[in-house]
């Protein structure tokens, strides 16, 4: 079996050879009458234009696989059509000439000529537009004498000098929404919030710089090679930590360079320009830091910096003893508390009123019970509240709906009489309870 992959690179050396075959063959049509030279002008045709053919099926397979591996695959759509269509033109001509060797005539001679013409349209083309993906739009024009120049010269291109160094009151880095955009689509649904593979986030600036269990910096600002996040885009394929793990394709290699080079010139996230990074107490900062040591998820909520979030539900069931001791002095700042899918001592449930400023609280796939819930009745904030997967019933959703704040029920794969779901949605309009199917939304009713 042939490892088409591997070779894919081939197709930027071999794809010489049938341009170069395909030239000769014109200069032998023009410079060698086919009147006065008929043997020699048909052998040499005939062997030129099969080679041609040959090693441009050879150029367009292994383009075909570079484009697979390496390429965005719509943005070299042009690239790929125009090649095509230059194989299609190029079959063409050899079975006209052909059939003008068998049969030279008017029809067999002119459809030769049209396909060859053809051809040579479609190479030009592909050329060009092979040109635009290793080199830019700019490829051409930069080479025209400035007069020529249709406009004026932009930086893109090269891109080798990383020319927006982000200084003073600069515009935003010119990198950062696209190197943000590649993190987000490849890398975030293994390193947010919900999933920290590694111990490591990259949704969160500090934590991304940080980086994970390997205990290496994330992201250094300006050095891409001490980055633990290049040297992991960069390992082999089929290395142990390869990123992202090598079931998923791997990232082309312009969008590594993207990230190179983002990093390079300081590594903003987008929303860093008003620095609200700056303004972290760096108290909380180093409470949050010792707790991530215990294996814990905490952080700043979205939307504030000096309210703090604490996940709680993929480190193994933690010693709660120890975790209430250190989330205490954070007791006026913890809102958001994930403490879902963990089998929690009883202690747990009545300790969760030290925590009167929860506004979020995770419980599904917990062990939570009717009773406990009689103990939420302090939280005057808590408007969100999962139950989901729990031996919580009727009476216990009826005390959480006695909540005032709640806005937000989950209550997926509870034991419930539709009668009486029915029911407590009528008498609760204004919460959304949510959740039996993931489908079955129940929005709030306008009042
Ligand atoms: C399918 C899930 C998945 C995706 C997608 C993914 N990763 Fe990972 N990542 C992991 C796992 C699992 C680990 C931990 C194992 C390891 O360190 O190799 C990890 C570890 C890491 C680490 C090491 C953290 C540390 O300090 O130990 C970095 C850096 C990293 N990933 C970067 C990335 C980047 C950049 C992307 C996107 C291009 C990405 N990952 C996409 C699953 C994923």
Redesign the pocket.
């Given at each position: 079996m042939i490892d088409w992959h591997s070779l894919g690179a081939l197709h930027l050396v071999l794809l010489h050879v049938p341009i170069g075959l395909f030239v000769g063959v014109l200069a032998l049509e023009l410079a060698l009458s086919r009147e006065k030279h008929q043997e020699a002008h048909d052998d040499a045709i005939g062997i030129l234009l099969p080679l041609c053919l040959l090693t441009s099926i050879l150029t367009v397979r292994f383009g075909y696989a570079l484009g697979e591996t390496d390429y965005d695959w719509d943005a070299i759509a042009d690239h790929r059509n125009a090649g095509y269509v230059f194989l299609g033109a190029l079959t063409l001509a050899l079975f006209s000439f052909w059939w003008s060797r068998w049969r030279p005539n008017m029809w067999s001679g002119g459809v030769y000529a049209i396909s060859l013409v053809a051809s040579l349209i479609a190479l030009i083309l592909t050329g060009h537009f092979g040109g635009v993906i290793t080199h830019g739009e700019d490829a051409l024009t930069d080479a025209l004498p400035e007069f020529m120049k249709t406009k004026p010269s932009a930086t893109t291109g090269g891109g080798d000098t990383p020319d927006g160094v982000v200084s003073g009151s600069e515009p935003a880095n010119p990198y950062m929404d696209e190197a943000y955009a590649?993190?987000e689509k490849?890398?975030i649904?293994?390193?947010g919030l919900d999933?920290r593979?590694?111990?490591?986030r990259?949704d969160v600036p500090r934590l991304a710089r940080v980086?994970?269990?390997?205990?290496?910096p994330?992201i250094v600002s300006g050095e891409p090679d001490a980055s633990?996040?290049i040297?992991?885009?960069m390992l082999p394929r089929d290395a142990?930590?390869a990123?992202?793990?090598n079931?998923?394709p791997a990232?082309p290699s312009e969008q590594i360079d993207m990230?190179r080079l983002w990093i390079e010139t300081g590594a903003p996230f987008p929303g860093e320009e008003n620095k609200a990074e700056a303004k972290l107490d760096p108290e909380i900062v180093k409470q949050l830091e010792a707790l991530r040591e215990l294996g814990w998820a905490t952080d700043f909520t979205p939307w504030s910096s000096s309210k703090v979030l604490v996940n709680l539900s993929q480190a193994e069931l933690p010693d709660w003893k120890l975790c209430h001791a250190k989330l205490l002095p954070l007791s006026s700042k913890l809102v958001w508390l994930n403490a879902a899918n963990q089998v929690w001592p009883p202690e747990f449930y009545t300790d969760l009123k030290d925590f009167p400023q929860l506004q979020r609280l995770h419980l599904e796939h917990s062990n939570v019970t009717d009773a406990d819930l009689v103990q939420l009745a302090s939280f005057k904030q808590l408007n969100y509240l999962n139950l989901a997967s729990t031996k919580v019933t009727l009476s216990g959703l009826k005390t959480a709906l006695t909540l005032p704040a709640l806005t937000e029920l989950f209550i997926h794969n509870l034991d419930l009489k539709p009668k009486d779901l029915k029911q407590i949605r009528v008498e609760h309009p204004n919460v959304a309870i949510i959740g039996q199917s993931t489908q079955e939304v129940n929005k709030p009713k306008e009042k």
């Open positions: 590649i993190l490849s890398c649904e293994c390193h999933k593979k590694g111990g490591y990259l980086g994970g269990e390997s205990n290496k994330g633990e996040l040297h992991r885009i142990e930590g990123m992202p793990p079931k998923k990232l990230l």
